[in-house]
């Protein structure tokens, strides 16, 4: 069966340090993957997928990136973060069929 | 662009009783129609979903609907218990574009 894993769990951060948060699944191969933010008490905002090795799409301008390094991980980076970066990070893979599951998140706190 | 509202925002029912989301969809190329779960603090759980082609769906005390000339779906959960109470967020979606377009959630508090 196909497992998804994040990490770290939990990331406190200051202002203006980098980021990076990874992905990887198990169990399946050319995976669709991923990254959405979902601040506090509110809904999931796609930041970026991917549909196979290097390919990257962007949903949303900010100062956010993402890498697809091997076919079954996923990095979300930043260079420099800013309080508004805060949230609860989430990486989701799907396959062949629509059905997207979602990893364990990350929940990072800028301060 | 594409759009998925959902209503109500918040939905406080006894336990026992029934509770129904609803949300409406914008892209009437949309064919995937997927409902999350998610408990505090964890992640989204998918729970039941609906294709086109097809008009209602049940899962024991969940069901969805789909009225694809409305572009409206909704969500049933019958003899509701306390466990059921979270948030719950629709999603519509079209194949070949990988995305899900979610609505903004539901929280449903189910008092015992």
């Known amino acids: 069966s196909q497992t998804i894993h994040q990490w770290p769990a939990t990331l406190v951060q200051p202002v203006g340090s980098p980021l990076s948060l990874e992905c990887t699944v198990e169990g399946t191969s050319n995976p669709n993957l991923y990254w959405y933010r979902q601040a506090a008490g509110r809904g999931l905002q796609l930041l970026f997928y991917?549909?196979?090795?290097?390919?990257i799409s962007s949903e949303v301008p900010q100062n956010l990136s993402a890498s697809r390094p091997q076919d079954r991980q996923f990095i979300l980076s930043s260079k420099k973060l800013l309080l508004s970066d805060s949230g609860f990070y989430l990486c989701a893979w799907s396959g062949d069929r629509d059905e997207q599951y979602f990893g364990p998140g990350t929940r990072l706190t800028v301060t | 662009g594409e759009n998925v509202e959902q209503h109500p925002s918040t939905l406080s029912v006894q336990e026992g009783d029934s509770a129904v989301i609803k949300c409406t969809y914008s892209?009437?190329?949309?064919?995937?129609f997927p409902w999350y779960k998610q408990e505090l603090g964890k992640r989204p759980q998918l729970i039941i979903d609906?294709?086109?082609?097809?008009g209602e769906k049940k899962d024991q005390r969940i069901a969805v609907t789909l009225n694809k000339t409305a572009k409206h779906f909704s969500l049933h959960i019958t003899e509701t218990q306390p466990e059921d109470s979270a948030v719950y967020f629709c999603?519509?979606?079209?194949?070949?574009?990988?995305?899900?377009?979610f609505g903004t959630g539901t929280r449903l508090k189910v008092l015992a």
């Open positions: 892209d009437s190329a949309s064919n995937y």
């Open positions: 609906i294709r086109s082609n097809v």
């Open positions: 991917s549909v196979g090795i290097g390919q």
């Open positions: 999603a519509a979606s079209t194949r070949g574009t990988y995305k899900y377009i």
